[in-house]
């Protein structure tokens, strides 16, 4: 009993530890890669290639004086950034970070690197929690008594509740394949190969679903090219206008926390989690559990780096474009690939 | 495991659907009075649990999960209800600009 | 434990909604409310129904509420009437018929309600997801149908109505 509290608020603590170094490193890519991308220097002062940057930054972002604007509602306006953080971190509790071969320490099992091994309902637990993520949102838009912040506010709801549906639907196909809720059990689903040396991913299977899942968490995370609620050339900052110093800070944080677990569900939905077909479905012992982990932990970086990536490479849509793509495009397509998923389940595929 | 007892749940439920029609009948702001409908529904729901519960608690799981359907018929209706009342509400916003109920007396005589 | 953890988010449970009944702010109502249906999914988890608390909260608190706060702000309605402001007679009337409402419903259920019966979260060991979506598509396929026809025309009949003749 106790042994499994410990066990639980250790793992609770070392992924709240990666999650919130994860942070920094992500704002240095972002930094040095937009450079990269659009031919300059980027930040390059502090320590080797600039690295210590982020620490920088963070310390100016806390020595910050705290304003608090004229007329806001203020309970709302401290809540909201504490809403954006606690729901930003509150998802990671039901994603499996490697293979669980059973591994014990001290002679006690640890359910591997799950944090809540015992929650049934896995990626609906996401999508639950998730959809909470836009209160912090939507009560700094509406508590900041500005304009600007209200519009981005406004936008941000509309935005939310479209792309939501598109990605609900897109992964309605994987579960269907899957049989379970439970993402250790979708990654279970992908290890094997096809005719022997074809990974067994739910892309391809799944690739329309697969892309309205990853353009919908774009959306959901606020980035480029969807980042209508903060679009800085119309809006000032959006929603986050009014907030300073460590009060932004957490929104900026959220959002980075946002992508990496945005990363993470598209690597376990759709890319095998840690295994490469066959390979690492099932590894033995500590060191082929941590081998998972490693594997797992690139390939959500190669989609860390891809949210970066298309942040500098694609322009910002109009708010009509937006909405006209999500309601006339995404929906219709995440729909298709349902139907089209379980004709072929109904055919007797190995999908 | 100590059991939560049926007869507390609907207490619950039934304090929660006096508040909700306290906030239909007393408020006049639509929104809050629709704000009002939807708690009252969710009574209802958790009524359906607390029955469901106590056929779980007599074997029978087949109805208790009947229980949650309902529940989850209730959710979908609640959400359709939810979009066509908003809806209607923008209507009369950009009629009147004012969705207060008091005002929306032009069919009375 | 189930049974504390079960009176901790029945109490707050009552006091949000309190707040969502008599907050003069339409926004303070709204996150009210959200707290509510976040209680009353922890109650659902609390007794095994895993399945319905995130149903509950992605419906409820991921779509509905946040169309209201959308309504509410593209209304931009900033603070409404106080609670039971208004005709003094009409309020005492409708506050009394709320209660005789109540009270009626819990007469009728009363014969209905065993005294001692009481359950344990137990009962759904494995998940509710999988014999609820099986109960879906076997005895109540056709109100699940129906539904599902429910939910078209009230799509087709908000776009109809908030559109802008042009």
């Known amino acids: 009993m106790w042994a499994d509290v410990i066990v639980t608020l250790v793992k609770l603590g070392v992924v709240l530890a990666v999650m919130l170094t994860a942070v920094p490193i992500m704002v240095w890519v972002e930094r040095r890669g937009s450079a990269l991308i659009q031919d300059r220097l980027g930040p390059n002062r502090v320590g080797p290639f600039g690295l ?13 004086e705290h304003l608090t604007p004229e007329g806001v509602n203020r309970f709302l306006y401290y809540l909201a950034p504490g809403i954006a953080m606690v729901v930003a971190l509150s998802t990671f509790i039901v994603i499996p970070f490697g293979f669980d071969p059973g591994l014990e320490l001290f002679g006690h099992p640890i359910h591997g690197f799950l944090v809540a091994p015992d929650l049934n309902i896995g990626v609906l637990y996401i999508f639950a929690v998730g959809s909470l993520g836009v209160y912090g949102i939507i009560l700094a838009g509406w508590a900041s008594n500005n304009k600007y912040a209200l519009l981005g506010g406004i936008r941000s709801s509309a935005q939310m509740i479209s792309y939501e549906l598109a990605m609900t639907i897109s992964v309605v196909s994987v579960l269907m394949t899957t049989g379970s809720f439970r993402l250790d059990r979708v990654v279970e689903h992908q290890s094997h190969a096809w005719l022997g040396f074809i990974p067994a991913w739910n892309v391809v299977p799944h690739i329309l679903g697969a892309i309205t899942f990853i353009i919908a968490v774009f959306a959901e995370t606020n980035r480029l090219p969807f980042d209508l609620p903060e679009a800085e050339a119309e809006l000032v900052a959006g929603y986050h206008t009014e907030y300073s110093s460590m009060k932004f800070a957490a929104f900026f944080m959220s959002e980075y926390i946002n992508m990496v677990t945005a990363s993470t569900l598209i690597v376990l939905l759709y890319f095998g989690g840690w295994s490469i077909g066959p390979v690492l479905a099932h590894p033995q012992g500590w060191g082929g559990a941590l081998t998972s982990v490693a594997v797992f932990g690139l390939k959500v970086a190669f989609f860390l780096w891809f949210f970066v990536w298309v942040r500098w490479t694609l322009p910002r849509f109009r708010f009509d474009q937006l909405m006209a793509i999500g309601w006339k495009v995404m929906v219709p397509v995440a729909v298709l690939n349902f139907v089209l998923v379980g004709v072929m389940m109904a055919l007797g595929w190995p999908v | ?69 309902f529940v989850f018929f209730v959710i979908g209706v609640a959400a359709a209800e939810a979009a066509v009342g908003l809806a209607l509400f923008i209507a009369i916003h950009r009629l009147k600009e004012t969705i207060d109920v008091d005002r929306l007396n032009i069919l009375r005589w | ?15 949000f909604t309190t707040l969502a009944v008599v907050h003069r702010s339409p926004v303070v109502n709204v996150l009210s409310l959200v707290m509510v249906f976040f209680f009353l999914a922890a109650i659902y988890a609390v007794l095994g129904m895993d399945f319905l608390a995130a149903i509950q909260l992605i419906v409820y608190s991921g779509a509905v509420l946040v169309l209201f706060l959308f309504v509410i702000m593209l209304l931009n309605i900033r603070r409404v009437e106080r609670f039971g402001s208004g005709r003094p007679v009409q309020a005492a009337l409708g506050a009394a018929a709320a209660i005789a409402v109540g009270a009626l419903v819990v007469w009728a259920v009363r014969g209905l309600a065993p005294v001692t019966g009481g359950v344990t979260p137990d009962a759904f060991a494995g998940g509710t997801a999988a014999p609820i979506g099986r109960m879906l598509m076997t005895t109540y396929l056709f109100p699940f149908e129906l539904i599902s026809v429910v939910l078209v025309a009230a799509l087709v009949g908000a776009i109809a109505l908030a559109r802008r003749e042009s």
């Open chain 2, 1 to 69: 495991m100590i059991a939560v007892p049926v007869p507390w749940i609907l207490a619950l439920s039934a304090v929660l659907f006096v508040l909700g029609a306290l906030g239909v009948l007393l408020r006049r702001n639509a929104i809050v009075i629709f704000l009002g409908v939807e708690i009252m529904l969710n009574a209802a729901n958790l009524a359906f649990v607390a029955f469901a519960m106590e056929r779980a608690g007599s074997g029978s799981v087949s109805s208790a999960i009947s229980g949650q359907l």
């Open chain 1, 52 to 64: 210590l940057q982020p620490v920088v930054d963070a310390v100016k972002l806390l020595t910050k």
């Open chain 3, 1 to 15: 434990m189930v049974i504390w953890a079960f009176l901790v988010f029945a109490v707050l449970a009552v006091v």
